[in-house]
């Protein structure tokens, strides 16, 4: 927990990286808007002072520099565009004004002072007196006629720049409020995405704690933050389901395991008191030992086949061969029973991915049962049916069958009806049969009728060849 203290804040991280996003793609966004704005308002002064000067220049030509001419085309094209808009000039080779139509003689001495020096191209600001103007921006451009003389011509170009002013100042505001709205609502919805986050955390921290019951609640905010929860439960259900597993078998060991050891704890205290037993001491010690390890491996096993702890790899099995070896196996305890046993195989082979041991011990205990329990002459039948994407085994007998009423209860741990209790067993067989086949995630169902005789019905799904 100290170093996750020491982290930094999901929630800071995420709304620092929505922002310096947003304020990035902001920035870029705006400066291309601004420098298309203004590479346009350019293109369009300098086309229209371009135009002019070759207007004039032509006229000039035309007029073959007379100067009474020359105040005409001045006057025509100050009352087309505006006094306020055009400003115009005409020096002679000395530099001095020949010829002007320029209201504001601060501009004029500035355009003639430019002119002198010969600047082709120069931008003029200056305080303006002018009605409902604070300033003038003027851009210039000075051409030098055939004879020396020297075209000034300014165009202004005050409210362009005052528009790419304006814009830079909205488009900055515009950022601010972005900024401070995009940073709430990353902050909102990074709280909502750590507060799901935050909730499993917390479960786990209960959970910890020995609240093995704690579930986290869909937040339904996304779909993956629902799946991460979907699996933290499904992980806390099969933890759950473990540990209940782990305590049913402590519980179940210890509560089997205290008949054997009370007999050989009397046994023992009889023989040291000097007492005669019926059978001698080491039998029975060796027997009671024997029937406990093997509740014990039992046990184990069942647990760890419905936990999935083994991790043997599987083999393919040829089920046809695997049956008839099993027959073969139990061929001499059946002929003593006086049983008969039938085989239903498909004629071609039926080959599953498993695991040998597993299915030899879910057969082997389906057919003790089914041997125990049925009486001489009775008939035990294996069938195998194979489908497009699963294996069926039926087991069935002609034994005294099993009560409707306990059918539910068959598959319990220690679990055993009052017809079999003088019977050997320790009530496992068929709790690891239906773990070795939950393992698989199969199902194993019985039908049975009193008198007529049982079948258990498994059923695996997986590719069979």
């Not at 293109?43 to 520099?65: H, I, M, N, P, Q």
């Not at 005409?72 to 004004?97: K, N, Q, S």
């Amino acid at each position: 927990m100290s170093s996750a203290r020491k982290a930094p804040s999901l929630r800071r991280h995420i709304v620092a990286v929505s922002l310096s996003a947003g304020a990035l793609l902001f920035l870029l966004s705006g400066g291309l808007i601004l420098f298309v704005s203004w590479s346009f308002m350019k293109s369009e002064y300098e086309g229209f002072l371009a135009r002019s000067t070759s207007d004039l220049v032509g006229e000039y030509a035309e007029s073959k520099g007379d100067l009474k001419e020359m105040r005409h085309f001045f006057d025509e094209d100050v009352e087309e565009h505006g006094a306020d808009r055009i400003f115009l000039l005409l020096t002679d080779p000395a530099g001095r004004d020949v010829l002007n139509a320029c209201a504001d003689k601060t501009i004029l001495r500035t355009m003639l002072s430019r002119a002198q020096r010969n600047l082709p191209a120069y931008r003029i600001s200056k305080e303006s007196d002018l009605p409902h103007h604070n300033r003038i921006v003027l851009r210039v451009k000075t051409t030098v006629l055939p004879d020396g003389f020297k075209l000034s011509i300014g165009h202004n170009v005050t409210a362009d720049e005052q528009y790419l002013l304006f814009l830079a100042i909205t488009l900055g505001g515009a950022f601010l409020f972005s900024l401070l709205l995009g940073g709430w609502a990353a902050d909102w919805l990074a709280r909502r995405f750590v507060r799901s986050l935050q909730n499993v955390s917390d479960a786990a921290d209960r959970i910890r704690a020995g609240e093995w019951s704690t579930r986290v609640t869909p937040s339904h905010e996304s779909r993956e933050l629902v799946l991460l929860e979907d699996a933290f439960n499904t992980m806390c259900d099969q933890n759950e389901k473990t540990l209940t597993e782990l305590k049913t078998l402590t519980d179940d060991i210890a509560h089997d395991l205290r008949t054997p050891l009370t007999r050989l704890r009397t046994a023992a205290e009889f023989a040291a008191m000097g007492g005669e037993l019926n059978r001698p001491l080491p039998e029975m010690l060796f027997e009671q030992s024997s029937d406990m390890l093997e509740l014990i491996n039992t046990m184990l096993e069942i647990s760890q086949t419905g936990c999935k702890l083994d991790r043997t790899p599987r083999e393919d099995i040829d089920l046809c061969a695997f049956l008839h070896e099993t027959v073969e196996l139990y061929a001499t305890v059946l002929d003593d029973q006086k049983l008969a046993i039938n085989l239903d195989l498909p004629k071609e082979s039926v080959v599953f991915s498993g695991h040998r041991g597993r299915l030899q011990r879910l057969l082997g205990n389906l057919l003790d049962n089914a041997i125990k329990f049925t009486p001489g002459g009775g008939v035990i039948t294996l069938s195998l049916v194979r489908t497009a994407s699963a294996v069926v085994l039926r087991v069935s007998d002609t034994g005294c069958g099993i009560a409707p009423e306990e059918i539910p209860h068959i598959f319990r741990r220690f679990w055993r009806s009052d017809s079999s209790r003088s019977l050997p067993g320790n009530g496992l067989g068929l709790a690891l049969a239906k773990a070795i086949v939950t393992s698989y995630a199969g199902t194993i169902t019985c039908e049975s009728s009193l008198g007529k005789g049982t079948t258990f019905t498994i059923t695996i799904p997986g590719d069979v060849n």
